[in-house]
């Protein structure tokens, strides 16, 4: 027995080692499209038939249309804009009027095709668990917060704000067109992940009286659902522009200054 020990633990130590070594990582995205469906795996096909129905009729129902093709890029974008301003949008339920919101680029991992909009592509645009949160920042706060969003190259604001940035460094911020007032509260609207500091957005950690609500509904993906079922009721499609909330120096004759 003994031997027999030894001997499985030195193939197990054997198949382990390697003439090889890692020299490097790279990564890169690959675009799935209709080229892989010319032909298909018969065997793939066969596994993921049980699931496909179940999957389908979650996903597939349409919660509104998009006026047009959105997508999120930096310093400023349709869809961020879109998804900032839904934020404040959401502060209704809870008896909130956000000032302004915030709502990180990096958390918007598809875009939105003209047309219509299905529950899937909003679980694509925001697959995460976050929920919505509301906070209050003293002015003092809210300028060291536009400096933290201006070294990042932007991230999505609600309509009211205009930043002008120049080389990662903020050169101004107004709100509704009037000077941030160091001694002012200014109520914001934004994800739980961001109001815990995170993507480099500091200042959040400084918010005092936090609406932090963690149940299922609030989860920001529901909360863009809902908008878009409101808007569908109304009998319009979604859009949104690019407005200059956000002006980069270095590209400020190509960006149009909203109001």
């Not at 633990?9 to 890692?22: E, K, P, V």
């Not at 993921?48 to 093709?69: F, L």
């Not at 815990?196 to 009286?209: I, R, V």
């Amino acid at each position: 027995m003994k031997y027999l020990k030894f001997l499985v633990a030195a193939l197990l130590l054997t198949s382990c080692t390697t003439h090889y070594q890692l020299v490097g990582i790279e990564r890169t995205r690959m675009l799935i499209d209709k080229r892989y469906d010319a032909q298909p795996d018969a065997k793939a096909l066969s596994f993921v038939a049980p699931y496909q129905h179940e999957v389908d009729s979650i996903m597939s129902p349409v919660v509104g249309r998009a006026a047009k093709y959105m997508s999120a890029n930096k310093p400023e974008s349709a869809l961020s804009n879109l998804l900032a301003d839904i934020l404040v949008w959401g502060g209704k339920p809870f008896g909130e009027k956000p000032d302004l919101s915030v709502y990180n680029v990096g958390g918007i991992r598809a875009a939105l095709a003209e047309g219509t909009v299905t529950y899937g592509n909003v679980v694509d645009v925001a697959p995460f668990e976050n929920k919505i949160c509301f906070l209050t920042l003293t002015g003092d706060k809210l300028m060291e917060l536009f400096a933290q969003i201006a070294s990042r190259g932007g991230e999505g604001v609600s309509r009211g704000v205009q930043m002008r940035i120049s080389d990662g460094k903020l050169q101004s911020a107004t709100l509704n067109g009037k000077p941030i007032d160091p001694n002012e509260s200014y109520r914001i609207a934004t994800l739980d992940y961001l109001a815990q500091g995170n993507d480099g957005l500091l200042a959040f950690k400084d918010g005092t009286n936090v609406l932090s609500p963690q149940t299922e509904e609030n989860n920001v993906r529901f909360v863009i659902m809902n908008y878009f079922r409101a808007e569908a009721a109304q009998g319009r499609a979604v859009s949104a522009e690019v407005e200059g909330r956000i002006i980069s120096e270095s590209d400020a004759s190509d960006i149009p200054v909203g109001n």
